[in-house]
């Protein structure tokens, strides 16, 4: 069975830093492109970030460039997004999701076939 389960979502004040995590099984972890994506009430998936099954690639959305960081430990089947600097825009839930197609269009949400459930980020001013 495919999991996606994220975790480390919160309230936090502009300019404070989180960790997400997302944890993988029932899949080959190594060899999947993994994205996060935020979403809020009414509106589509937002590509925030994008990293390659090996992590020497990487891609973000303009708007978290510089404040968000995406990384992978394929030894613990999980991917993170650090968020520093956040913003009330930030406020959102946070989504991993899983790709085995390779490397391209990585900003397409339905690009993505595994998805996790979402965990809840909120940055009050």
């Known amino acids: 069975q495919v999991q996606l389960v994220e975790s480390g979502g919160g309230l936090v004040q502009v300019g404070g830093s989180l960790r997400l995590s997302c944890a993988v099984s029932?899949?080959?972890?190594?060899?999947?492109?993994m994205g996060w994506f935020r979403q809020t009430p009414g509106k589509e998936h937002e590509f925030v970030s994008a990293?390659?099954?090996?992590?020497?690639?990487?891609d973000y959305t303009d708007s978290v460039k510089g404040r968000f960081t995406i990384s992978r430990d394929n030894a613990k089947n999980t991917v993170y997004l650090q968020m520093n600097s956040l913003r009330p825009e930030d406020t959102s839930v946070y989504h991993c999701?899983?790709?085995?197609?390779?490397?391209?269009?990585?900003?397409?949400?339905?690009?993505?076939?595994?998805w996790g459930q979402g965990t809840q980020v909120t940055v009050s001013s």
């Open positions: 029932g899949l080959t972890f190594s060899g999947l492109v």
């Open positions: 990293i390659s099954w090996s992590g020497d690639t990487t």
């Open positions: 999701a899983a790709r085995t197609d390779g490397w391209y269009s990585t900003r397409l949400a339905m690009h993505y076939v595994h």
